[in-house]
């Protein structure tokens, strides 16, 4: 099990990526903050179920990230625990497609605050642990539109850019404690997110020119969220790997 005895900070686990994260890692061996915008009773079943099958603990733990004082205690839950966290993954975000003149900038403030502003104050909540520690392994999920600049999504891909490049401050900060600090940037994978906002023609346009001709699973992405999470890349840091197909 490649995360035996170790304890990850997830966002976004009640469904997609997110979701295969959290049953990667509790079938690898760490225990879990599993953090979602709402407890209910779906999810508080779901963590039952992961517990009940791998024999890892679950800690469901509410988070809003439009809301600051929501991030802020979900931030003082886990570190009050004390219990010491190696891996912090940002997975949960927003998006939003409209052309550029189009796209209020009520729109792109709140996006940036869900996308980016919120997760760097979660990340430097959690951090406390890790630098005490002198370890740990920080993965932000962003996409690869940051990286090729995709029509009809500015605030989303801004948002996603921003993540990138607050990645690779990070990994050089943070090397000295031990902390390495990647993204992981998907292309289309088959999620609610992507379903309801990329229309078909859209994803058969795309798909039919990238190298396997097909959409991402969504547990291909918490493969690679396991890989860098891991002990196997304990000499990456500072990277944005795309998982994409090879579009």
């Known amino acids: 099990m490649l995360l035996k005895n170790k304890t990850s900070v997830v966002t976004g686990c009640n ?3 997110g979701k295969k994260i959290l049953e990667e890692f509790s079938k690898n061996g760490s225990d879990i903050f599993a953090c979602v915008r709402s407890l209910d009773e779906n999810f ?4 039952k179920e992961l517990e009940a099958k791998y024999k890892n603990k679950i800690y469901p733990i509410q988070i809003d990230l439009s809301d600051e004082e929501s991030v802020k205690n979900a931030g003082k839950n886990i570190l009050s625990n004390n219990i010491n966290i190696d891996i912090l993954i940002n997975n949960a975000g927003s998006i939003d497609t409209s052309i550029f003149q189009m796209t209020s900038i009520e ?3 709140e996006l940036f605050n869900i996308n980016f502003f919120s997760q760097i104050l979660f990340t430097q909540l959690i951090l406390k642990s890790m630098i005490k520690n002198k370890k740990g392994s920080i993965v932000f999920i962003s996409s690869s539109s940051a990286i090729d600049g995709n029509e009809g999504r500015s605030a989303y891909v801004s948002t996603k850019a921003a993540i990138n490049g607050q990645s690779k401050v990070l990994s050089r900060e943070l090397g000295k404690y031990n902390i390495r600090v990647n993204s992981i940037a998907p292309g289309l994978t088959k999620t609610d997110m992507m379903k309801k906002n990329t229309p078909d ?3 058969d346009q795309i798909t039919s020119q990238t190298s396997l001709n097909r959409c991402g ?4 992405i ?14 990456i840091t500072g990277q ?8």
């Not at 944005?240 to 579009?247: E, H, K, L, S, T």
């Open 240 to 247: 944005a790997i795309r998982a994409d197909g090879g579009m």
């Open 201 to 203: 023609k859209v994803v």
């Open 217 to 220: 699973e969504p547990e291909e």
């Open 107 to 109: 729109k792109y403030k």
């Open 44 to 47: 508080k079943k779901i963590t």
């Open 15 to 17: 469904r997609g990526i």
């Open 222 to 235: 918490a493969n690679v969220a396991l890989f860098l999470a891991s002990d196997l890349s304990s000499y």
